[in-house]
């Protein structure tokens, strides 16, 4: 059935102190039941599209909105906010952006009290809205308690309890770890499915609308309609996904699009001259995988014999040393991290892995010294944290935080990235010299003037990396540093890290939930669970040798990863990574 939920009609929007549009005349409509996936490069315009849909702009957003757009037959710009969000809800990045209440039933309830329904009908709707999102064990919790996981949980099922036409998701699983973001997804699938409501004006039934911006599309590819690319302001790209993956293949990855692996490998396979006998673009992990396996076991593809990393430690230096650390938070009944003893040397990439909730950010601020051990000791660079001062620990560490917005406070992205620099008495000419170059390493200066918070997530990331690069310290210390990021903005600071670590000396300890990222570039991975280090070792024995055990901690290895063990039946070797696949020689026997 064709019906038409929501639709754009040339639409722009501007900033204020901006010239550039960053939506830029588009115009497109989405039918009800569709599951519509936006994808693009980091500061494209996706989130800002998002809000001109559901009237964010031009109520609360300043800024030139031109063109128009319209929810069920509403005009945006004519009707307010609280008249569209009967028809639309959106679902933002951050959940902490959107909840409001102390405890989840009451969130949950928020959104349906505020459109004056009756009370047995709010009972009815956040009983089903908590049902859906599997949350009904968590309705007294207080939500600031709750793991990432558990508030995003709680705020998809604040707008489902309104029963919206359309629901718009704004990168919902960034933050996850990956069986939390499994989750997620799984309950995105889900509502996509079974939802049925009341088409207006007619007597019929249809499905709720899902548009989805996200960097990280492995899983919603199982399920997707349609794809929209956007970038630098315009959808690019618009159609079913296999042929807009396939088809625009070399594009996307220029644009800095983030394609999934099992898209790289039916890609690779057709470009070696097989075909599939299923469907022409296998987009799929399912198809993708048995696509493979009708490879390998036809006796037409050969593997060399295999390269695989070399994790020698090259240095006998320790940066830190962590001896017996127990940390409790003063409220809390337990301890968060039990009897943690670690080594961390010179040169090394090191990775903490955890699920949400396993102690690692904690681990972390011990590293930094922003905590001091309940007991036991933390030294960095022969300096036990207890008895020096923060101050003067943090000169050789530069630390990223999880959410850039907690560490900039400046006016612009100039000032920003200067900062320190001043703090530190720096000479005017060096400040500018490196300031300058962090800008063209973080890919900012065109954007240096701007307010920080003008900027994408994803180039916020950035910035905040920016700040801690500038002075080339020691230590890099970053928590989920790529979060937001598209496959360009990733592969640029990720190669920095490393050019630190091979000709500056300098040493890498990152807590991530990105397992691409930890197999290409870890050299070291510690696995925390309970506040308690389960696995140590380089990301081969890690990924190749504990799966059943990674999954039993909510961790997944990367999807190349896990489809070579399960090919291992048909001749195929372990693959740690992509870009380790891409390296080797496969050949095709004739």
Request: aromatic share 8%.
């Amino acid at each position: 059935m064709d019906h038409t939920v929501l639709e754009a009609k040339e639409l722009s929007f501007v900033y204020p102190g901006t010239e550039a549009r960053a939506v830029n005349r588009q115009s497109f409509k989405i039918g009800m039941g569709e599951f519509v996936l936006l994808c693009g490069s980091s500061g494209s315009g996706k989130t800002t599209l998002a809000k001109c849909l559901n009237g964010i702009i031009p109520h609360l957003t300043n800024g030139d909105m031109y063109g128009e757009v319209i929810v069920n037959g509403m005009n945006t710009a004519e009707v307010e906010i609280h008249e569209l969000s009967g028809s639309i809800g959106m679902v933002f990045q951050n959940p902490e952006d959107q909840i409001f209440s102390i405890r989840v039933q009451d969130e949950v309830a928020l959104g349906v009290e505020c459109q004056g329904y009756k009370h047995d009908e709010i009972v009815e709707r956040v009983n089903y809205a908590m049902k859906k999102l599997r949350i009904e064990n968590l309705s007294k919790r207080l939500n600031f308690s709750l793991s990432g996981g558990q508030k995003q949980k709680v705020s998809i099922a604040s707008n489902l309890a309104i029963l919206p036409q359309i629901i718009v998701l704004d990168d919902p699983t960034t933050d996850l770890d990956p069986i939390s973001k499994q989750e997620v997804v799984d309950i995105l699938q889900e509502l996509k499915t079974e939802i049925q409501l009341d088409i207006p004006g007619t007597d019929e039934k249809g499905r709720m609308t899902f548009l989805v911006i996200e960097h990280e599309l492995t899983d919603l590819l199982e399920f997707t309609d349609r794809v929209m690319v956007m970038h630098e302001g315009q959808i690019v790209l618009d159609g079913e996904p296999g042929p807009i993956f396939y088809e625009n293949y070399e594009y996307l990855d220029s644009i800095g699009v983030r394609i999934p692996d099992q898209v790289r490998f039916g890609k690779y396979l057709l470009d070696k001259g097989f075909s599939y006998n299923k469907v022409k673009y296998p987009v799929k992990k399912e198809d993708v995988m048995d696509f493979a396996r009708q490879v390998l076991t036809s006796g037409q593809i050969s593997f060399p014999p295999i390269r695989y990393r070399d994790y020698t430690i090259k240095s006998t230096e320790k940066v830190a040393e962590v001896r017996n650390l127990s940390f409790r938070y003063p409220t809390a009944q337990a301890d968060t991290l039990k009897n943690i003893d670690l080594d961390i040397y010179k040169g090394e990439f090191f990775a903490i892995v955890g699920h949400n909730g396993s102690g690692k950010t904690t681990l972390m601020k011990n590293l930094l010294g922003i905590l001091q051990p309940t007991a036991g000791d933390v030294i960095i660079n022969g300096q036990n944290t207890k008895d020096v001062e923060i101050s003067k620990l943090i000169l050789d560490i530069g630390y990223v935080f999880q959410n850039p917005d907690n560490q900039l406070f400046c006016n612009t992205v100039r000032e920003e990235i200067e900062f320190g620099l001043r703090n530190n008495n720096y000479p005017e000419d060096e400040i500018k010299s490196l300031t300058d170059r962090a800008l063209e390493i973080v890919g900012l200066t065109d954007r240096q003037e701007e307010h920080p918070f003008a900027l994408s997530r994803g180039q916020r990331q950035r910035l905040a990396v920016a700040t801690m690069l500038v002075s080339n310290p020691k230590i890099i210390m970053l928590d989920e540093p790529t979060t937001g990021l598209d496959e360009r903005d990733l592969k640029g600071i990720l190669s920095l890290m490393q050019e630190l670590i091979d000709f500056h000396d300098g040493t890498l300890v990152m807590v991530t939930h990105d397992m691409e990222v930890v197999a290409k570039y870890a050299t070291r991975v510690v696995v925390v669970d309970d506040g308690q280090i389960v696995l140590n070792a380089d990301p081969d024995v890690i990924f190749r040798d504990n799966l059943d055990k990674l999954e039993a901690l909510k961790l997944k290895p990367t999807i190349i990863a896990s489809m070579s063990g399960k090919l291992a039946d048909c001749g195929m070797p372990y693959v740690p990574n992509w870009s380790f696949f891409q390296d080797q020689i496969i050949d095709r026997k004739e």
